[in-house]
């Protein structure tokens, strides 16, 4: 795994590893390439890491982009899609200026079917990592 400028993997007070930027970083800039691995429907794998592309496609973050943690008031922001071969690739950009030191975090967004509670510690916490318009959804259905 190369390493990637101006990141590095820490021990977070969020939720175990986390990652701080070394430098800062303006609003819409990219910070990271994402290195990954495609897996797709019917293979075997620790979900964890992945990012969903489609109902079929996931890309397995393999850098330490994989170690970022959700916030509800994310820092950063991951842009995904499909090249013209069919293979997945994922951007980590700044959502807002990112100050050295800082601790990294997007928002997961999981669907409400995926939801876990979350920690992030945000003024604005939603109480779950789940999507913003799904969370009425999850807070019916408990």
């Not at 994989?66 to 090249?83: K, M, P, Q, Y």
Request: a negative charge; charged letters at 30%.
């Amino acid at each position: 795994m190369a390493e990637i400028p101006g990141l590095r993997v820490f021990l977070s007070s969020v939720d175990g590893y986390g990652v701080k930027a070394t430098r800062a970083f303006k609003e819409g800039e990219l910070m990271a390439d994402i290195e990954g691995v495609a897996r797709r429907e019917g293979e075997q794998w620790d979900d964890r890491y992945t990012l969903r592309i489609t109902d079929s496609l996931w890309f397995d973050m393999v850098d330490q982009t994989r170690w970022i943690n959700h916030s509800c008031t994310a820092n950063a922001e991951v842009d995904l899609g499909v090249d013209e071969h069919g293979e997945p690739w994922a951007k980590l950009y700044a959502w807002r200026d990112i100050a050295a030191g800082e601790e990294v975090s997007w928002d997961y967004e999981f669907p409400a079917s995926l939801a876990e509670p979350c920690r992030c510690g945000s003024a604005q916490c939603r109480g779950w990592i789940v999507r913003e318009e799904e969370l009425s959804v999850l807070l019916a259905a408990r």
